[in-house]
């Protein structure tokens, strides 16, 4: 019998029969091993097919996303409120590629979760100043480190009850900062709901001069659900407001539940809301938990502002070595303080979703 060297030398007209087992493995191996594309679903709701891939250096998956970060980022807006920023642009990315979903399957028939995502990117542009009005200058933020009690309060009310608070000798120095954390998330509730109402005014604007019969209903249902959030931001304020009243006249009852203001106005509302009393000592629960998260990504940005300062000095002194660690530093914080940005604004969206659905329930 010849070698098996000559026998195979004409392998490619042999039937895999006449092949030995050893030798047919070899020859199928690197069939094997090639990749083959994973198996498509054919939905539509494929990644590849529907949703935007996040560009290498680029920080949102939708280029116009980008293009505010950008337009942001040359408005040399502070670190806290750029990561704040990159927060909300995060959520809103999610809803709009979650409702391009939706509209996929003809479950926006009406438009009316488009209208919400049209107000609510309008909202972040008023509320960074992003929407070239010039008076829009007044920025949001979860982070209370950046006004000082030399800013003012902006309603004399308010500078009449800190001033009353402050002299009363009925706090201590913690609890006039934690009061002061009060007013100020006072102070910016009116400056959300101001943001609201000039949002809501050019929807109305637009109302009056649409054209398209199909537009109509899409701006109508826009303008009513914003009339009734107004009305409920409106009704915060004003529990807002009697609460700062009630501390300052009384001070701080030492049973008090909470002391983070927007974990405050949650258990108020929760409280007034459908809740039964197993769900309502879940929801304590939980806002203990947000309460913590909360603490926490207040203390990541006050390190944030602590490097930016540092580098800013480094880099005036122009030691390379110094300044290439303290930028090292100061970036590994400020993707910390986004990381953390975006969920505390995810949590309180959740939250806030339930206890508005337990109240409109009891209605």
Same mark, same amino acid.
């Given at each position: +019998? ?40 054919? $939905? ?17 998956? +939708? ?37 391009? %979903?939706? #509209? ?33 200058? +007044? ?100 529990? $807002? ?51 913590? %998260? ?15 300062? #540092? ?53």
């Amino acid at each position: +019998m010849a070698p098996w060297g000559l026998r195979c030398s004409g392998l490619r007209g042999l039937r895999p029969s006449l092949l030995p087992p050893p030798l047919l493995l070899l020859l199928l191996l690197p069939l094997l091993l090639v990749p083959r594309p994973a198996a498509s679903h054919g $939905g539509k709701y494929s990644r590849e097919k529907n949703e935007p891939q996040r560009e290498p250096g680029e920080e949102f998956r +939708m280029e116009k996303m980008n293009q505010l970060w950008e337009k942001a980022r040359r408005l040399q807006l502070s670190p806290v409120k750029l990561a704040e920023l990159h927060a909300d642009l995060k959520i809103q990315e999610r809803d709009e590629l979650n409702w391009k %979903k939706l #509209k996929v399957e003809g479950l926006d028939e009406d438009g009316e979760k488009e209208a919400k995502l049209i107000h609510n990117l309008n909202v972040i542009l008023a509320r960074y100043g992003l929407d070239g009005r010039k008076d829009a200058q +007044m920025v949001h933020s979860n982070s209370i480190s950046d006004a000082t009690q030399e800013d003012g309060l902006g309603d004399p009310r308010l500078e009449k009850l800190w001033h009353k608070a402050k002299t009363s000798g009925k706090f201590s120095s913690e609890e006039l900062d934690k009061l002061w954390r009060e007013f100020l998330h006072h102070k910016e509730k009116v400056h959300e709901y101001n943001v609201l109402l000039e949002t809501l005014s050019r929807a109305e604007e637009s109302h009056e001069n649409v054209i398209s019969p199909s537009d109509l209903g899409h701006v109508k249902k826009e303008v009513y659900s914003k009339h009734s959030e107004l009305k409920d931001k409106l009704r915060s304020i004003n529990q $807002g407001l009697d609460r700062l009243r009630r501390v300052s006249h009384q001070g701080y009852s030492p049973t008090a539940e909470f002391e983070e203001p927007r974990v405050i106005d949650l258990w108020d509302l929760a409280q007034s809301a459908n809740f039964t009393e197993k769900e309502l000592e879940s929801f304590r629960e939980e806002l203990k938990h947000f309460e913590a %998260k909360i603490e926490k990504h207040n203390h990541y940005q006050k390190q944030l502002e602590i490097s930016h300062e #540092k580098l800013r000095h480094v880099e005036g002194i122009g030691d390379q070595e110094h300044i290439s660690r303290n930028k090292e530093k100061y970036t590994l914080l400020e993707e910390k303080t986004k990381e953390l940005g975006y969920k505390v604004k995810k949590h309180l969206q959740d939250l806030s979703s339930r206890v508005s659905r337990a109240r409109h329930n009891e209605l």
